[in-house]
């Protein structure tokens, strides 16, 4: 699932079965998965994303 990048990256927690898989998500959509707890914030530099 890729989702255009506004606000950053997040990371799986493993809830979802997508342990420390990067995912580019809208600020909405990051927000409900952080809310959720299915995944942490992580900034694009530490995801290995360069932009």
């Given at each position: 699932?890729?989702?255009?990048?506004?606000?950053?990256?997040?990371?799986?927690?493993?809830?979802?079965?997508?342990?420390?898989?990067?995912?580019?998500?809208?600020?909405?959509?990051?927000?409900?998965?952080?809310?959720?707890?299915?995944?942490?914030?992580?900034?694009p530099?530490k995801?290995?994303?360069?932009?």
């Open positions: 699932m890729k989702v255009k990048l506004l606000s950053g990256c997040v990371v799986g927690t493993g809830k979802t079965g997508n342990k420390g898989q990067v995912v580019e998500v809208s600020d909405t959509l990051g927000r409900q998965l952080l809310g959720m707890g299915k995944a942490e914030k992580v900034s530099k995801a290995g994303k360069s932009d």
